[in-house]
């Protein structure tokens, strides 16, 4: 078994490419966060967006400051988290940076509209959870959105697209 440690004053932290490989031995759903921005759609590969409270209804997503999409979030005061199905690797790949299709091209004519807020949601995502933009904070080169649910839709469909170990998964759901 692999441990770091980052020891107080030993001048010796964990360093970015240990931490997503620790990070990588949790289980997510593949999420892509989408918004309407004033230059059209935008959106990326999030896996960091989770609940906040019940009461009200609210989730949180860490930005990097480097994403494109940060600026239509700020611009829209919304953004929408698409869980994706299995079938959703590639799409997966592309709003990760992988692949040819960057930017407002990676929104396909057809397979996305939009629920309360405007954000673009996917039409076939396991799930997703429309949210108006609450508050922002800094913490170092990222920026934490925390918005408020408006809106949500759920799907049949049960097979979840996840991320563990270092790569994607299947997960399929009874």
Partial sequence: MTNATDNAGDGA??????????????MVGVSVVTAQGEDGPA???ALSA???????????VSIDDRTQA???ILHGRHFA??????SDQELADS???????????????GRWRTLATGAPVLNDAIGAID??????FRFHSTTI??????????????????????????????
């Fill in 13 to 26: 932290p964990i360093d970015a490419r240990t931490f997503w490989h620790a990070l990588g031995m949790r």
């Fill in 43 to 45: 959106g990326f590969l």
């Fill in 50 to 60: 989770t609940h906040v409270t019940a009461d009200p209804p609210s989730m949180l």
């Fill in 70 to 72: 940060l600026k239509a």
């Fill in 81 to 86: 988290i698409n869980y994706l199905s299995a």
């Fill in 95 to 109: 709003f990760g940076g992988r692949g040819s299709l960057k930017g407002a091209d990676r929104f396909e004519s």
């Fill in 131 to 136: 949210c108006s933009l609450a508050e922002t």
């Fill in 145 to 174: 959105a925390v918005g408020r649910v408006v809106a949500f839709d759920l799907s049949e469909r049960s097979n979840a697209l996840v991320f563990f170990g270092g790569r994607y998964r299947t997960i399929t759901v009874p």
